[in-house]
Each structure stands twice: as C-alpha cells, then as structure tokens.
C-alpha cells in the first residue's frame, strides 16, 4: 500500500528558475517527512526535513511546505542549478523512533536546463 | 570514514544460485536497513534491524534474510533467486534517534 506518492515522474527546469516538486500522503500518523537527492550510480542522500507541527522549513535554496489539511508536502528548489539535476524522493518514517525505516514515493526526475 | 560499504557493486545470477550482498558501517549505528528500488516504485524496505541481535520484516522480505551478529554487518542473502529479484540494492544506517538514515552505493543485480 503506497502511502507517499509523487505523481510527476519527471520535471524539466531552466537553471535559475524554481523547481517544485510534489509529494502526497495518506497515512495521517506521519510525524516527520523526509526528502532524498538521488544521482545515478549513487545511494540516496538525506537533503531536508520536516516536522509535522511545522508548515515550512528552510535549508539554502531548499525550503519544503507542508500542508496537513491537504496531506501534501512540496519541496522548492531556488534557483535551480545544473547539479540539482537528480532524482528527487519523498519519504516519511514508518515508525516513531526511528529514521532507517522509511516509506518512500517513486521519485520525480529533475532535469535543469542551461 | 567510510560510510555504508556494500559489495559486490554489480552481481549477475542464475536462477536458482543463492548469494549474499554485504553491507557494512563504520559510524556505530544502532539501526540498519535493506531497501530495493524498482523502476516507478521507489525504495521498498526489505529487512531492518535496531541492534545487533534483532532484525524485523520490511515491506517485502519474502526470498530475503537477514542476520545482525555485529553491529558494523548487516548481509542479505538471496536463498534462491529468481527473475523478480532482479533489482537496485541499498542498504542504510541511522542512529537510534530521529537522524537522517546514510545509504551505500547500492549493489545492482541481475537474476536470469
């Protein structure tokens, strides 16, 4: 059962522009949502979180929106840089106590354009 | 530090043959984690573990185990693949507390 998921699989982007990328939840217990860079060849890494009793949260061009009403979290990327070019994904931790045990959604490839 | 290490890096197998993915962390984390990922599907948690000693099912541990005899070594072992398994391996580690899991470069493998 998908409990997270990103329904745009890919999103091309003109460097310097915004990037904005979507993720949607069912699971109403979620207390942290969590999103991954991803480059070829490589494993995911950690980019930004978010606390549920939070709406917005900021890390340098990153910032991610939450929007509990709507079960919906978007992450911002501004400005856009050819090295932001990855796979994106949206994930929430399954349990309370721990990070390691995460669900995730399928992931939105970014392509940033000169 | 090395991180989360996972070999082999690329690993082709018959159907049938059993195998064992490696994966081992120098950071002292508690928590472990084995993840496939599939083409549209994003990472799916396999096995986890909170400790040497203790392992749990994921969402899909079927064809899968795990031990946890140290708390540097997590392995998969692949008791006898099959086509379904083909698939992009990772492994992770976090600290006990609400941190960001680190995840190795992943095993890419084939099962014809």
């Known amino acids: 059962d998908q409990q997270v998921k990103q329904n745009s699989p890919s999103l091309s982007v003109q460097e310097g522009r915004i990037s904005i990328l979507n993720c949607d939840y069912t699971n109403s217990m979620f207390d942290y949502f969590l999103w991954y860079k991803k480059y070829p060849a490589e494993g995911p890494t950690f980019l930004i979180s978010?606390?549920?009793?939070?709406d917005k949260n900021e890390d340098g061009r990153f910032t991610v929106f939450l929007n509990k009403s709507a079960k919906h979290l978007s992450l911002h990327i501004v400005p856009s840089q050819p090295g932001d070019s990855a796979v994106y994904f949206c994930?929430?931790?399954?349990?309370?106590?721990?990070?390691?045990?995460?669900?995730f959604g399928a992931g939105t490839q970014v392509v940033v354009t000169p | 530090n090395a991180g989360v290490t996972q070999t082999p890096k690329f690993q082709v197998l018959k159907t049938g043959q059993s195998m064992t993915l490696q994966c081992a962390q120098d950071m002292n984390h508690e928590y472990m984690s084995w993840y496939r990922q599939d083409p549209g599907m994003g990472l799916r948690l396999i096995h986890y573990?909170?400790?040497?000693?203790?392992?749990d099912q994921g969402e899909v541990p079927n064809g899968y185990n795990v031990s946890r005899s140290t708390t540097e070594d997590f392995p998969l072992r692949l008791l006898s693949a099959a086509p379904s398994q083909t698939s992009v391996y990772f492994c992770a580690s976090n600290p006990r507390v609400n941190t960001e899991a680190f995840f190795g470069q992943g095993t890419r493998l084939t099962v014809v």
């Open positions: 994930a929430a931790p399954m349990t309370t106590d721990s990070w390691g045990k995460l669900q």
């Open positions: 573990s909170v400790g040497a000693g203790i392992t």
């Open positions: 978010i606390s549920s009793i939070k």
